[in-house]
């Protein structure tokens, strides 16, 4: 089956640091996505890995391991506007682009 | 240049009724993928289209239908509407559906649906 997990919610404060941890268990893999999502909006495109390693942009960064099916999103210098849903979502091998999304993360940043 | 972008961006229909919703991808997209998000499920995959062809489909009734044109754009139908299919429908494009890594899956801003 497929299965992807993250943490439900997380609370920070303003100027900090968060990490937001996805696991995977999928037939097959061929690359992980992070999308935020505000609230009545569409999702929006953060990071893509697809080999091992940390890949960063700007206050965001991203984690692959696909030996552990692991993957984190941190986000640094956090602002009142990161307050938002982060989706962890996996192309599966065979997909092209049919994406398994985990349910999200509802991350609150206060002041 | 322009996102993905969906029409009509809201839309109240009556059960039983069926429904159109349509996609023009980012320009030079090819890869077009359609996904149903409610609450309760979060995001679901529906299908995707490249090159006119649908190359994957979702665990959704034969009511939900999709197709694409030869200019890319692809439209999405659900037959005989029921209450649960109030959702955001949002479809995604790439540029083939290739797992390199330039090959980003974009959203559009969605298309909010509520069967009444």
């Known amino acids: 089956g497929q299965n992807i997990d993250q943490p439900t919610e997380m609370t920070a404060t303003e100027g900090a640091i968060v990490q937001i941890n996805c696991t995977y268990q999928t037939s097959g893999f061929n690359g992980l996505f992070w999308y935020q999502q505000h609230a009545g909006e569409a999702p929006t495109f953060l990071s893509y890995n697809v080999l091992d390693g940390l890949e960063e942009k700007g206050r965001f960064s991203s984690f692959l391991s696909r030996s552990k099916g692991y993957s984190y999103l941190l986000l640094k210098e956090l602002q009142m506007k990161d307050s938002a849903s982060y989706l962890c979502?996996?192309?599966?091998?065979?997909?092209?682009?049919?994406?398994?999304f985990g349910a999200g993360t509802r991350l609150a940043v206060h002041p | 240049k322009a996102g993905v972008t969906q029409t009509p961006r809201y839309l109240i229909k009556t059960r039983g009724q069926q429904v159109t919703l349509s996609c023009s991808p980012i320009?030079?997209?090819?890869?077009v993928s359609w996904y149903q998000q409610t609450p309760g499920q979060g995001l679901q995959f529906l299908f995707e289209?490249?090159?006119?062809?649908?190359?994957n489909k979702g665990n959704f009734p034969g009511r939900f239908s999709g197709r694409q044109f030869s200019n890319s754009r692809s439209e999405m139908n659900v037959s005989t509407l029921e209450l649960g299919d109030s959702a955001l429908y949002l479809c995604?494009?790439?540029?083939?559906?290739?797992?390199?890594?330039?090959?980003?899956?974009?959203f559009g801003e969605g298309s909010w649906l509520t069967v009444v």
């Open positions: 995604a494009s790439s540029l083939n559906g290739q797992p390199s890594s330039g090959n980003t899956i974009y």
């Open positions: 979502a996996v192309r599966v091998a065979g997909g092209y682009n049919k994406l398994i």
């Open positions: 320009s030079g997209h090819r890869s």
């Open positions: 289209y490249f090159s006119e062809t649908q190359r």
